[in-house]
Every structure is written in C-alpha cells, then in structure tokens.
C-alpha cells in the first residue's frame, strides 16, 4: 500500500469514526417524553423536573434523564395478583374480639412527585406497602370480626384510607394514595365460614323482608290515604247539607213563628188544616160501636173520594 492509499484510508476511517460520534452525540442529546410521563433531568447531582410530554434536549454525557410514568399503579395485600392464591402471612390478622380473619386488600397509588420518588428513598413502593399492611392490621383490630366479615367493611377501608393518606403526606417519598379497597374477608377454618355465610344469608333475608314490606308499605299508604280523603270529602258534604237544611228547617220555623206571634190563632187553624190536608187522603175511616160485643164495621174509605161505596156488615 502506498502512502498516499494509507492517507486516503485514514481519513475514511476518521471521517467514520467522526460520524459514529456524532451519531452517538445525537442520539445521546435528545429523549421523549410521553402523555402520562415526566422527566426528571440530573445536571451535576442537581434535578429538575420536564412535564412537557414531546421530544427534548440534553447535555450528552453530562445530563442523565429518568423517566417517571405517572399513571395509577396498584398491587396486592394478602393475595398474589397472578395466581389469586392467599398470603397467610400478610392476610391472617386478629380483631378486637380476638377472632382470626383473613383479609385481602388491593392498594392503588400514583407518582405525585417525581423528584422525591426518584431520590427521597430508595424503595417508595415497599415503603408503601409496609405502612399500608401496618395500618391494616391495626385498624383491623379496632373492630369486631362480624364488621371485618359484613357490616364495617366500608368503615374500615375509608380509616386506613384517611391513616394512610395523612402518613404518606409525612413521610414525603413522591406517592399519593389514591384507594385501598377490601377484596375478601372471611374466617379462616371452614366451619365458621359456614356460620358466618349462614348469618350473612340471614341478614340477607331480613333486607329482604324489610324491602317487601316497605314495598307494600309504599301501594297500601297512598290508597288508604286516598280512601281516607274521599271519606273526609264525603262528610263534609254531608256536613255541609246538613246544615244548610237545618238552617233552612230554621228559616221556616222562624217565619211560621214570627206569622204565630202576630196571629196564633189563625196560626194554628192553618198549621191543623194543613196537617189535615196531609194526613187525611191517605186515611181510611172504620166506625164501631165501642161497646165490645156486636161490633157494626162501616169501611167509608177516604175523604177524598168523588164517589161513596158503603158496604155494611152485621154481625149479632
């Protein structure tokens, strides 16, 4: 090889090597951030922290990023989340009634700050963990198995939420709880299983029965009070009759008395004369002779006839 060709072939291979190096420069200058995503940019120990989601620059070799997902995460408690089998060691606990209940929790959380999750510990998410299945057990054995099991699951789940919250804000490791939820709960051997399904069906039935008769509460109510209205309704009809024909009643009296005082006798000519006119075309007339032997009956029939038809009967 002459020495011109070995010229030629170094400068190849530097000029080769130049663009391997400022390939290696770009490559090492620009990183991307997705939505959901921040950066957190370390100049000479120093962080600062990118939130814009898209392509940014660094200082090759001198800036180191690290990217943070900011979605909600979660894990198991006393449960494995790939096979659903139990942890006995994280879900067996004890209650305020010295009863043993296995429990399962499912903890969700979320990157609130990324700087102090990248750096504030080494851990965050065990740290979460470990306090997470402290609080449990102890707000577990603050409460009865029969609320663990039924009754006070939600209870129990807003106090480790409120407990939990309020330490995480203490410790300041970049996390934020967003919720803890209870999974499962029962006993641990199968007879009491039983019996707490059997009080669980029990309460059940009462809901149930509860329901119905408020159901039934809820049809027979308003048709009664509806009867109740048309019965109400009704008398004051009545109520309102009754009184304006005892006023009516009232008016007459009051005039015929008020004709009375000015002339009684005339009055109660016309008032017997009236009856008179009233009583008399209905009335039939028989005459006896009272002595209470031979009776002598004449039917005269009634005053108001046109036409007199005396049939007489004797009788010794």
């Known amino acids: 090889m002459t020495t011109k060709q070995a010229k030629r072939s170094l400068m190849f291979l530097n000029l080769f090597v130049g663009l391997f190096i400022l390939v290696l420069l770009a490559l090492n200058s620009i990183y991307t951030i997705q939505e959901q995503e921040q950066a957190v940019v370390i100049t000479f120990g120093k962080a600062s922290v990118v939130t814009t989601p898209g392509p940014h620059l ?61 750096f504030a510990s080494d851990e965050p998410v065990v740290i979460l963990k470990n306090l997470a299945l402290s609080y449990i057990r102890d707000t577990i054995g603050l409460h009865g198995v029969d609320e663990v099991i039924t009754t006070g699951k939600n209870e129990i789940q807003a106090e480790i939420k409120g407990k939990l919250s309020t330490r995480l804000q203490q410790e300041d490791i970049g996390i934020q709880l967003i919720n803890i939820t209870i999974q499962d709960s029962e006993p641990p051997t199968t007879e009491v299983r039983d019996a707490f399904k059997n009080v669980e069906t029990a309460k059940q039935g009462k809901e149930t029965a509860i329901n119905t008769a408020r159901k039934y509460e809820s049809e027979q109510v308003p048709a009664a009070r509806a009867q109740e209205d048309s019965v109400l309704k009704s008398a004051d009809a009545q109520k309102e009759f009754r009184i304006n024909d005892a006023k009516a009643q009232i008016a007459v009296f009051s005039a015929i008395f008020e004709e009375y005082q000015k002339n009684p006798f005339m009055t109660k000519r016309r008032m017997f004369y009236e009856a008179m006119e009233e009583i008399l075309p209905n009335m039939k007339i028989i005459i006896d002779n009272g002595d209470g032997s031979t009776s002598k009956i004449l039917p005269l029939g009634s005053f108001v006839d046109n036409e007199t038809n005396i049939s007489a009967e004797e009788e010794r």
């Open 58 to 118: 660094k200082i090759p070799f001198f800036q180191n990023v690290r990217i943070v997902p900011m979605v909600i995460n979660g894990f198991s408690i006393g449960y494995t989340g790939d096979s659903n089998e139990s942890d006995y060691n994280e879900s067996m606990m004890i209650t305020s009634d010295y009863n043993f209940v296995n429990v399962d929790f499912f903890l969700e959380y979320s990157v609130s700050d990324p700087e102090r999750y990248l």
